[in-house]
């Protein structure tokens, strides 16, 4: 059964700081996602990442993966306030277009 | 394109009472997923539909679930009699296919609240 670990779960940071939010999974899968969530809202797309060693970035926003290690990270440059959300990574299963396997939640609270 | 619709955005009921959530998914998305968003935790998934036919519902509690996809488009799912534990939020989410790997596009949610 696939498994997707976030950490941390909680974070706390000051504006214009940087920081990375981790995710661990535990069998092969070819695409990695990655959500925002802000209170009371849907999941909103960040990053599709489908091959070992992509890498995208968003504004103050950079994801990578490595399929080797089953690692994502999601790093965060010279945050800002309105960072604050819930991120979330999802691992999808295989064959292609098998359940997605969500993470905790990484919640996020940028302070000026 | 429009969204992915989803109503009501909320419900409040009674345990063992029961409810129904609608989903309309973006045109032409042959696949179709049901999430279960408990508080303070990530989405789980409980049924997935490729036009109206199941793929995977090995999550989904069938003594009490239901979920049903007419004609390969709107999708309900049912839950009868509501627990307590089921307070959460219903996610409704598609995608153009299933094996495509562009990510799901996800609906508002219904928050249910059982008392």
């Known amino acids: 059964e696939l498994k997707v670990e976030q950490n941390p779960l909680f974070l706390s940071m000051q504006e214009g700081k940087n920081y990375t939010i981790y995710c661990n999974y535990s069998?092969?899968?070819?695409?990695l996602y990655w959500y925002r969530q802000d209170p009371g809202k849907s999941l909103e797309s960040l990053f599709v990442?489908?091959?070992?060693?992509a890498v995208k970035q968003e504004g103050r926003l950079m994801a990578s993966l490595d399929t080797k290690a089953r690692l994502s990270t999601l790093h965060i440059t010279a945050a800002v306030h309105d960072l604050s959300a819930t991120y979330f990574c999802?691992?999808?299963?295989?064959?292609?277009?098998?359940?997605?396997?969500f993470g905790e939640g990484t919640q996020l609270t940028v302070n000026p | 394109e429009a969204g992915v619709a989803q109503s009501p955005r909320y419900k409040i009921i009674e345990k063992r009472q029961s409810v129904a959530f609608w989903c309309n998914p973006i045109s032409g998305h042959a696949t179709l997923y049901w999430y279960q968003q408990i508080l303070g935790q990530g989405p789980k998934l409980l049924i997935q539909?490729?036009?109206?036919?199941?793929?995977?519902d090995s999550q989904l509690p069938k003594d009490r679930f239901s979920a049903e996809r007419l004609k390969g488009v709107d999708s309900t799912l049912k839950i009868q009699p509501a627990k307590l534990e089921d307070s959460a939020v219903y996610l409704c989410?598609?995608?153009?296919?299933?094996?495509?790997?562009?990510?799901?596009?996800f609906g508002s949610g219904t928050r249910l609240t059982v008392v």
């Open positions: 069998t092969t899968s070819d695409r």
């Open positions: 999802a691992v999808g299963g295989l064959p292609a277009g098998s359940r997605l396997t």
């Open positions: 989410a598609s995608s153009p296919l299933m094996g495509r790997r562009e990510g799901y596009t």
């Open positions: 539909f490729q036009n109206n036919g199941v793929v995977d």
């Open positions: 990442l489908l091959s070992n060693g």
